[in-house]
């Protein structure tokens, strides 16, 4: 009887041990190492360039530039067709493409006109009757335009330079008045830069601002921003992006959507 109990002991016991650890290949398969399931490990955290920049890492398009590369590949198709009524703002879309190059007028009468990111409704059209994806509007630089007048920073940059002005739009200087104060010179001249700098050289040049201070650059999410600002910002919807190397007689606009001074 002891022995038929000790006997069962055992058998439950040992039914409940460990089972004995199979060793796992690590044989490596052309450059990639075989995992513990038998498969090759082809994961590779680090950036890649490939010839073909679409399988490139760091090339890789956002997801607003990969939305609008889809829309201009379908000829504009993409669209919703809610957006029908927004044919005219489209077509209007066109000077902005053209306003990469300032025709020879100055940074001053360049901004004067310059046409900024369209903006589309999103959640806020609900309540209107419109479509998210409804032109509300272009974001311009009439209030960079008025203070760089009133403020007699205008006059600092009606000279030859050149000059590389990274013009806020209405309402980054709008968000400035609410949080910060009044617009001053200083606020302005933080957005003024000797030379004409490209946005593809932002990242290698000289940034002091036209008072003396150095602006702070930094690549992060595939982009680059200059005081946290994004440089050629991109837009959701058919509409024209953040204007930048709009070339003028004196100098280089790049808009942004943030002010310097934030």
Known sequence: MKLALSFA???GVAA????AQIARSTTTLGQHKLGSGGMADTRDPNTYVDSDPRK?????PSFEEYLKQRAAASGGAAAPAAAAPAAAPVAAA???AAASTGGGATILGTLETLQGPGQVWGADGIAVGKEESDLKGYENFGKFFAALQSTGVANEISGPGPFTVFAPTDPALESYELLRGPITADVLKLHIVKGN???SAVSSADLTSLGGVPLKYRYAVRKNFVNDAIIGEKTFGPYADYPIDVQCGNGVIHAVGLC???
């Open 94 to 96: 066109a000077p902005a």
């Open 56 to 60: 490139s890492i760091s090339a890789a």
């Open 197 to 199: 700098i490209a946005s």
């Open 9 to 11: 002991l055992i058998s």
């Open 16 to 19: 409940f041990a460990p089972s």
């Open 260 to 262: 310097f001074a934030m």
